[in-house]
């Protein structure tokens, strides 16, 4: 399912994920018939595209978004559910790479999302589990100076949200012995993802707003004055385009497709576990992510299940096995969960940009996208949506920031971008294993 998207399966339904089962009502939306007109239109209702949507209708804009399956469909609806802070690449990495100038403004803006969520939720009194708090979790004393490194660098942005935590603080938190320490980041926090997807799209429909599900775009013709989107049963022609796809978009837009990869990983949640032993596996219930290359990252449901998740598949194709994968993994943290029943195992796709800085900028005059957060797209997706919002109605300032930086393309290019991204794999992956 995973290499293969929706316009060209035709497989719209949700995928059998414990988000899926557990998602609150939403209604069934048409898709897109005949010729239609519309001030703006948005490819994709995930979190990008249901963000942009959102502050758009707010400021008063008509909006249709285009969906080529349901709402959440994708990496919005089937993710870990975590709001970690930051970007994929790091702000030091950013400095280096971009110049300090670049590196002050990516750190204006890397608790942005976090802070739209809660403010949404609150906003349109959307019930999706929110929970506060992140974890990072370290199994060396060289893990752990990478932390400390990160939380000083963050500290002297001015970014004073996150507090080091030792081996003994750390068992607080997380009934497990298997790390050296950690670091908290009382400012992120966990959701059910699909429901945040749903609320915000209810919300949007509140203020006006058409939401076309199951109509994948066939063609999008992007450089002309009023853009045009073309279904298999209808057409949008509207005065500004912006394309959401993400990792989903697939070869629609051809000059987009070189630029990210797409990447699966894997979740799966068990069965429910009571109070007291999920209390014993997570005492605060906050989420959960170690700082390996290739990580896990794990959190609890509203319902007292643990939903695990971790591993990486370059070119998004899905393994044979997700329980297989990932069930020694969380038996390694949890040895008293060997043997427990697993009731839900899923992949899902996001884009991966070969900078690891997500992707912003315009083709032609009047089409925006928004695409490759490489991993963290919870956070990042809420504020580039807000961020494109804010160009469209004519405030381009931080838009340009962005649309400016130099993206770089996949080295190999689309035949070895996989291989060559394996073996990147592969090398990080034994430095995390020789405790590098």
Known sequence: ????????????????????????????????QGDRHIDICVVGAGYSGLSTALHLAEKGYRVAIIEGAKVGWGASGRNGGQIVNGLNASLQTIKKRYGQDTANFAASLVQEGGEIIRERVTTYNINCD?????????????????????????????????????????????????????????????????????????AFERLGGVIYEQSPVIHCDTETARPMVKTANGTMTCGTLVLCGNAYLGQVVPTLTARVMPVSTQMMATEPLGSDRAKALLPTDKCIEDVRYILDYFRLSADKRLIFGGGTVYGGTDPANVEAKLRPA?????????????????????????????QLGRLGTNTYFAHGYSGHGVTGSHTFGKILAQAIDGDRTRFDVFAGVKWYPFPGGRIFRVPYSMAGSWYYAMRDRLGL
């Open 130 to 202: 929110l929970k506060p708090g992140n974890i990072f979790t370290a199994f060396t004393p060289a893990h752990m100076k990478e932390l400390e490194a990160r939380r000083a660098l963050w500290a002297s942005y001015g970014i004073e949200n996150q507090d080091m935590l030792d081996k003994s603080e750390l068992r607080e938190h997380i009934g497990s012995d298997l790390y050296e320490g950690g670091m908290i980041d009382h400012t992120g926090g966990h959701i059910h993802p699909l429901n945040l997807c749903l609320g915000e799209a209810a």
């Open 1 to 32: 399912m995973a290499t293969e998207t929706f316009a060209r399966t035709g497989q719209t339904d949700h995928t059998t994920s414990y988000y899926a089962a557990s998602a609150n009502a939403a209604p069934e939306r048409p898709p897109l």
């Open 330 to 358: 969380m038996e390694k943290v949890y040895p008293s969960l060997k043997g427990v029943k697993i009731d839900f195992a899923w992949s899902g796709n996001f884009a991966l940009s070969f900078s690891r800085v997500p």
